[in-house]
């Protein structure tokens, strides 16, 4: 081998290295949140009893709807909030159904059409504002929850949140490891879930910078 061609394996090295460190890095940094994400998923309703002002419920997985209205229907909560993209024909059918029951008013069930977590919390805090909402249960997936609860105390600063979570036969949190479609939906809502600190944490320095 030349000179020439010597000096540039060396170069290469010099760069090469450092890159595969902070590439090795980065990912064990990765894997160790991820396996923290997982602890913060909720297995189970811890408080299912204590009364709200409103229930909030995000749209777009099986079974949120059925026990948000399960829980208006048990007067946890005066008012229900459904906060999301409408998707089927089993969402309408179960909103009409619950309209026109006598057990709960139209005037009870509020409905929101936001696209995303970020605008379900935006939207959710401009009705709470209208209505002087304090306290809110928070129905969406278990594994939605903790970024769910990043977003809306976020955007509820003072407002309390009870999370309930619900749970899909089609997510495996047990070993879920060994469920490709699992794993693959948790390390994409982690990847999500760190996404928000980041753009939360940018946010507050530019407040703290403007103020």
């Known amino acids: 081998m030349t000179a020439h061609g010597l000096h540039r394996r060396r170069k290469f090295r010099r760069v090469a290295v450092p890159l595969v460190a902070l590439l090795a890095l980065a990912v064990g940094g990765w894997s160790g949140g991820l396996l923290w994400f997982v602890e913060q998923i909720p297995n189970a309703v811890e408080d299912s009893t204590t009364p709200t002002d409103a229930i909030v419920v995000l749209t777009g997985g099986q079974g949120r709807l059925d026990e948000a209205l399960a829980l208006l229907s048990g007067n946890l909560a005066s008012r229900l909030f459904v906060s999301g993209v409408y998707r089927g024909v089993d969402v309408k059918t179960l909103l ?108 507050w320095r530019s407040s703290e910078e403007s103020s």
Do not use: C
């Open 96 to 203: 009409d159904t619950a309209r026109s029951s006598s057990a709960i008013p139209e005037s009870r069930i509020g409905i929101g059409d936001a696209a995303n977590t970020v605008g379900n919390a935006e939207e959710t805090a401009a009705w709470a504002r209208y209505f002087g909402i304090r306290s809110i249960r928070l129905v969406t997936a278990s594994y939605h929850m903790p970024r769910s609860l990043l977003e809306f105390h976020h955007a509820l600063p003072g407002v309390t949140v009870v999370p309930h979570p619900v749970f899909s036969d089609n997510v495996k949190q047990q070993e879920w490891w060994a469920w490709p479609g699992t794993a693959t939906l948790i390390a994409r809502e982690y990847t999500k879930y760190l996404l928000v600190r980041a753009r939360q944490s940018l946010e």
